[in-house]
């Protein structure tokens, strides 16, 4: 958490505060910032093959590029569901069925759909 | 976006109609004829632009700034080194005198695009590399690593020799030939690796699209022009090596080189691009 730079002074104020106690929005960060990594990493969600993401380097043309995700999907069972096996909602595509494969696992497909959110 | 999604939703179900499955009539006769057909047309269609013979350019057929890189790169072809070695390797005789082209028709010059054949002796799909390995055993001498060099040479200049001429791919009036090819074609559009991706899934409905950096080469003539020099291996590399590399890439186990499999993969693939001129060999980014 220390390491993330981003994160406001006020937060880590908060933080540091109230050690013990849950801060809800700095943990969303900080899962959103470790989904960011999964995704980006090559040997782990490796989105970046085939989606334009902001931030990433190189991405591919296959799929949408994604953003607005919060606004094209309010419920975030839709993202957890096209992460974990999108061949349910289309059985041609092409996007690795990265739950069902064990690709990543249940607390990565999270952490990658809090990151998706703040796209 | 909208647009490009729908697209690919009905090429999808384009290529399923087409060209995969088709239970039904996998299941009793198998039709290269058709399929060849059908294939063609999927990809004509689909790139009204190209001329069939510039398929054969793979990833560089795919996009302007591309295929000007590529007409730059052919004034001074990478791949130059390989074809001299391969036409020496040719030109010089085992220890027992033989030479590569005692054991092939006409001296092995132009033939390159005749393979793979399906021997009916033997009952076995033969490609060029397996070929050139058996012939070096016949004459004493060891084989070479399907993915290496000396068989990138071998097959380049095999290939130069043959350019222009189009793919011949016969499937002989024979129950295993054809079950050869049908096994080929399965392979191709089968699923497989932690990734789920058959070979159909980046070349039949994405090629064009890029993948990371790479532009996906079509399916159809993408045998063409191997063997390849490839900027990104900085050398050579043989339809071998294409196989398992791509097999590697969607994080599963390739087959070994020359595999049953990978021949009757092969056959399949050449089969279908029956017609597009031999162009290799080629260099790729």
Not at chain 2, 222 to 228: E, G, K
């Amino acid at each position: 958490m220390i390491a993330i730079p981003s994160m406001r002074p006020i937060l880590i104020l908060a933080l540091l505060a109230g050690a013990a106690v849950s801060t809800p929005p700095a943990r969303a960060q900080s899962a959103a910032a470790e989904g960011q990594k999964i995704a980006f990493d090559r040997g782990k969600g490796n989105c970046l093959t085939c989606h334009d993401i902001r931030g990433g380097d190189l991405p591919g043309t296959i799929g949408p590029q994604l953003k607005d995700i919060k606004s094209k999907y309010p419920d975030r069972n839709d993202l957890v569901a096209i992460v974990t096996d999108e061949t349910k909602r289309n059985p041609q595509t092409v996007m690795p069925p990265f739950g069902r494969n064990r690709i990543l696992s249940e607390q990565e497909i999270n952490a990658v759909v809090d990151f998706l959110q703040t796209l | 976006m909208i647009m490009r999604l729908a697209i690919s939703f009905v090429s999808a179900a384009l290529v399923l109609a087409a060209l995969a499955a088709q239970p039904a009539i996998a299941a009793d006769t198998p039709n290269p004829v058709a399929d060849a057909k059908a294939f063609q047309k999927f990809f004509t269609n689909k790139f009204p632009q190209l001329k069939p013979e510039d398929f054969a350019n793979g990833p560089y057929s795919m996009n302007e700034d591309l295929h000007r890189q590529w007409e730059e790169k052919e004034q001074f072809p990478p791949y130059e080194f390989a074809l001299e070695t391969g036409k020496q390797m040719f030109a010089t005789p085992f220890k027992n005198g033989k030479t590569y082209g005692d054991c092939f028709p006409n001296q092995g010059i132009g033939i390159r695009q005749d393979y793979p054949y399906f021997d009916e002796r033997e009952g076995k799909v033969i490609t060029l590399e397996l070929a050139l390995n058996r012939c070096r055993e016949a004459n004493g001498e060891l084989p070479f690593s399907y993915v290496k060099d000396e068989m990138a040479s071998l097959t380049a200049y095999m290939a130069f020799t043959s350019r222009g001429k189009p793919f011949d791919i016969k499937i002989p009036d024979d129950p295993r030939a054809l079950e050869a090819y049908q096994k080929g074609k399965e392979y191709f559009y089968t699923r497989r690796g932690q990734l789920n991706f058959s070979c159909a899934t980046c070349h039949v409905q994405e090629p064009g699209e890029r993948i990371r950096a790479e532009i996906l080469a079509p399916a159809l003539g993408i045998l063409n022009a191997m063997p390849i020099y490839r900027s990104e291996w900085s050398g050579m590399g043989t339809i071998s090596r294409r196989f398992t590399t791509c097999n590697s890439q969607i994080r599963g186990v390739p087959l070994s080189p020359q595999d049953e499999e990978y021949r009757d993969l092969e056959y399949y693939l050449s089969y279908v691009s029956n017609g597009l001129p031999i162009s290799g060999p080629g260099a790729r980014p």
